[in-house]
């Protein structure tokens, strides 16, 4: 179906989409060599000259041309307004967007970009005029002004996110969690795979109180399946993954403190020491516990991880220092217990030595480590 456009202009909106800018703006120069005054080119080029780094002046340029043609075209004014913040020119954008919804007040872009930049260009001027400084009151003003203006668009385009985008970002600057987490809902329902929504929302998730590791990974990893790309959730997997393999700690230290249990090494009131050392057969039988307690508490934990938190648990070993670390002290501990288990000592003073090694370095690092992320 014909959508009333020149063909070259066309095939510019195939490229652009593709990224191909360069291609796009010989294209576009070659049907403004035909026809100077086509203004839907010039604001395709415009749109195209803000794609590069550094071509704001000649997306601005641009715009000048095609305004000049048409001055009430809106969305000529639109790139306009981009070109001008791209320039530095926040300030500026505020007339020429006002002037995109005096023209047609129900196109809800005016809105939402007014709505975006306004409380930034409000606390310029107001620093600008006040020493630089702007108060709280005069900052909530601004995000109350600039809120009405994303209402309206969201009334105008309720199926369309950047509005909702506009909400959340003044909520959170404004303090309003509920009203955050409410745009952030609106954003995903139009948008699941919203990555900054979808991140925020994982997190929230996976940091409420009750959450254990193996949750919070399974989280992350469902946020990751639908947002791949997305650097906080990898982060945040990489976080809960290290909590899992801090836990393994916890056995190996149980295992030393079952250990010094058989060897009865520390003395107490209307006790009495059992004698050493300790039979064969017990000492054999403490590798029972030991490995019931690795096989539940890791290995069948394990597996019931998901792939992808299993094969991160993998990598997150060989990429980074501390989860190696951890695994270092869970082996060490280990082998203090086995030491203790399994060696026929007959005097106490070593055995107690070997136990206070494997357990004073692991239980001082998991409390410095208990907030370290991985």
Same mark, same amino acid.
């Given at each position: 179906?014909?959508?009333?456009?020149?063909?070259?202009?066309?095939?510019?909106?195939?490229?652009?989409? #593709?990224?191909?800018?360069?291609?796009?703006?010989?294209?576009?120069?070659?049907?403004?060599?035909?026809?100077?005054?086509?203004?839907? @080119?010039?604001?395709? #080029?415009?749109?195209?000259?803000?794609?590069?780094?550094?071509?704001?002046?000649?997306? =601005?340029?641009?715009?000048?041309?095609? #305004?000049?043609?048409?001055?009430?075209?809106?969305?000529?004014?639109?790139?306009?307004?981009?070109? *001008? &913040?791209?320039?530095?020119?926040?300030?500026?954008?505020?007339?020429?967007?006002?002037?995109?919804?005096?023209?047609?007040?129900?196109?809800?872009?005016?809105?939402?970009?007014?709505?975006?930049?306004?409380?930034?260009?409000?606390?310029?001027?107001?620093?600008?005029?006040?020493?630089?400084?702007?108060?709280?009151? @005069?900052?909530?003003?601004?995000?109350?002004?600039?809120?009405?203006?994303?209402?309206?668009?969201? %009334?105008?385009?309720?199926?369309?996110?950047?509005?909702?985008?506009? $909400? %959340?970002?003044? @909520?959170?600057?404004?303090?309003?969690?509920? =009203?955050? /987490?409410?745009?952030?809902?609106?954003?995903?329902?139009?948008?699941?795979?919203?990555?900054?929504?979808?991140?925020?929302?994982?997190?929230?998730?996976?940091?409420?109180?009750?959450?254990?590791? /193996?949750? !919070?990974?399974?989280?992350?990893?469902?946020? =990751?399946?639908?947002?791949?790309?997305?650097?906080?959730?990898?982060?945040?997997?990489?976080?809960?993954?290290?909590?899992? *393999?801090?836990?393994? $700690?916890?056995?190996?230290?149980?295992?030393?403190?079952?250990?010094?249990?058989?060897?009865?090494?520390?003395?107490?009131?209307?006790?009495? &020491?059992?004698?050493?050392?300790?039979?064969?057969?017990?000492? +054999?039988?403490?590798?029972?516990?030991?490995?019931?307690?690795? /096989?539940?508490?890791? +290995?069948?934990?394990? $597996?019931?991880?998901?792939?992808?938190?299993?094969?991160? #648990?993998?990598?997150?070993?060989?990429?980074?220092?501390?989860? $190696?670390?951890? *695994?270092?002290?869970?082996?060490? @501990?280990? =082998?203090?217990?086995? +030491?203790?288990?399994?060696?026929?000592? !007959?005097?106490?003073?070593?055995? &107690?030595?070997?136990?206070?090694?494997?357990?004073?370095?692991?239980?001082?690092?998991?409390?410095?480590?208990?907030?370290?992320?991985?």
């Amino acid at each position: 179906m014909s959508t009333g456009l020149h063909p070259a202009l066309e095939r510019a909106d195939a490229l652009y989409a #593709l990224g191909r800018y360069d291609e796009v703006k010989t294209l576009l120069g070659q049907r403004l060599a035909e026809d100077p005054e086509d203004v839907r @080119a010039w604001v395709r #080029l415009a749109r195209c000259h803000l794609r590069v780094e550094g071509e704001a002046d000649r997306a =601005l340029e641009a715009t000048d041309r095609a #305004l000049a043609l048409a001055p009430e075209d809106t969305g000529a004014l639109v790139q306009r307004a981009y070109a *001008l &913040q791209a320039a530095g020119r926040l300030v500026d954008t505020e007339e020429v967007l006002r002037e995109v919804i005096r023209l047609d007040p129900g196109y809800w872009v005016g809105y939402a970009q007014l709505g975006h930049w306004l409380y930034r260009i409000r606390a310029l001027r107001f620093g600008h005029a006040n020493g630089g400084e702007v108060t709280r009151e @005069a900052m909530d003003s601004f995000l109350r002004e600039s809120d009405e203006l994303a209402r309206e668009a969201v %009334r105008l385009a309720p199926e369309e996110v950047f509005p909702y985008e506009v $909400r %959340r970002t003044i @909520a959170d600057l404004s303090g309003d969690r509920a =009203l955050a /987490a409410e745009m952030d809902q609106a954003i995903l329902r139009i948008d699941p795979n919203h990555p900054q929504a979808l991140a925020r929302h994982t997190r929230q998730a996976a940091a409420a109180p009750g959450v254990k590791a /193996a949750e !919070a990974a399974t989280l992350y990893a469902d946020a =990751l399946a639908a947002a791949p790309d997305s650097a906080p959730m990898r982060q945040g997997l990489d976080d809960a993954s290290y909590r899992l *393999l801090r836990g393994v $700690r916890w056995i190996a230290l149980l295992c030393v403190g079952l250990a010094g249990a058989m060897l009865d090494l520390f003395a107490t009131d209307g006790h009495a &020491q059992r004698e050493l050392p300790v039979p064969v057969g017990q000492r +054999l039988w403490t590798l029972v516990p030991f490995a019931a307690l690795w /096989a539940v508490g890791a +290995l069948l934990r394990f $597996r019931r991880l998901r792939k992808g938190v299993q094969y991160n #648990l993998r990598s997150l070993i060989r990429r980074r220092r501390w989860p $190696r670390i951890v *695994l270092g002290q869970a082996a060490w @501990a280990m =082998l203090c217990a086995l +030491l203790l288990t399994q060696v026929p000592w !007959a005097d106490r003073p070593v055995p &107690q030595i070997v136990f206070w090694a494997g357990l004073a370095p692991t239980a001082a690092t998991i409390w410095f480590d208990r907030r370290k992320a991985s």
